[in-house]
């Protein structure tokens, strides 16, 4: 029996027992974790120096990749540290802190994709008042409401977990700390103020998630009421990134969070964590990009103007 006070760090879930797999471990999560950091660092030196760029579209894919960045270098870094060195501790503050910045920069994330169909929306729905109802005043507002509310949200829950007492040791069946796993290590009784918080803000997140919907519905009903072919083609290479963000977002983290505890096991809970906290912040610069010639001009442009300097 142990409980929160005697407790100085957890131990987290190790990917393999022998060596060879903890170095491949390592070299994978080392090729994502730079592939997430090239790609969005590109996306984010192309839209600050490309003037083309300075639009509200762009001034929130900036603040998207920099949540991205975050996100993944609040779990992955120490995973890999962790296979690299064998070991799986991590110190009691080290854990609230990790658990602090993922859930915020994540949170940050959903509430700045709603901000970012929001956008989408009124570019194609109501063209003629973008420019008022999207200003860079109201930009900057919107991008600073997902931040701030995302902070609240994230401290609010770091501080109720952590103050619960904890009954059942200090192994964590994840490779970082997350709230699910420190929650199966409190006392039984003890955390249904925690519960209630994370009803209140699956409430928060299903009205983003309703207004997500509804946005979608109104702008591809206004899609296929463009005459042109070419129209609907722009439209669409608009409004289907976003979406197919949106998408792998909220689908794993759903999956993550909402699975019948009949079909979970380490394994699955560790696989679904990947593809929600690893995976998108490595993928979603590709998919900005592939459709989006805008910024293929302005990233071309900017390795371009690299290698020259380097000759």
């Not at 060879?20 to 120096?49: D, K, M, P, R």
Request: glycine share 4%; net charge positive; proline share 4%.
């Amino acid at each position: 029996m142990s409980n929160s006070s005697s407790i100085t760090q957890f131990l987290l879930l190790a990917f393999a027992d022998t060596r060879e797999l903890q170095l491949l471990h390592f070299w994978l999560f080392l090729a994502i974790y730079l592939a997430a950091l090239l790609s969005n660092g590109l996306i984010i030196t192309a839209v600050a120096c490309d003037h083309r760029l300075h639009t509200p579209m762009y001034f929130f894919l900036l603040n998207l990749s920099l949540l991205d960045l975050g996100s993944i270098s609040t779990t992955v870094p120490k995973s890999m540290a962790s296979s690299l060195w064998d070991t799986r501790g991590i110190s009691y503050l080290g854990c609230a802190a990790q658990v602090f910045f993922f859930l915020f920069l994540v949170v940050a994330e959903f509430y700045l994709l709603t901000v970012m169909a929001y956008d989408r929306y009124v570019a194609i729905c109501k063209p003629l008042r973008y420019g008022t109802l999207l200003g860079s005043r109201a930009c900057v507002h919107m991008a600073a409401a997902a931040w701030g509310s995302a902070f609240l949200n994230a401290l609010l829950h770091t501080a109720n977990t952590f103050s619960l007492p904890l009954c059942q040791g200090n192994v964590l069946d994840q490779f970082f700390c997350e709230i699910p796993q420190i929650l199966k290590l409190s006392c039984s009784h003890s955390y249904r103020s925690e519960v209630g918080l994370i009803v209140v803000s699956l409430l928060v997140a299903f009205s983003c998630f309703v207004f997500l919907v509804v946005s979608y519905v109104q702008i591809f009903r206004a899609v296929l009421r463009i005459p042109s072919e070419q129209g609907r083609h722009k439209a669409f290479s608009m409004c289907l990134p976003h979406l197919a963000v949106v998408s792998l977002f909220i689908s794993t983290g759903v999956f993550a969070y909402l699975k019948p505890p009949s079909i979970s096991s380490p394994f699955l809970d560790v696989v679904v964590a990947v593809l929600y906290s690893v995976v998108p912040p490595a993928v979603n610069p590709l998919i900005y990009s592939m459709r989006n010639q805008e910024l293929k001009d302005a990233l071309k442009k900017l390795i371009q103007s690299a290698v020259f300097q380097q000759q």
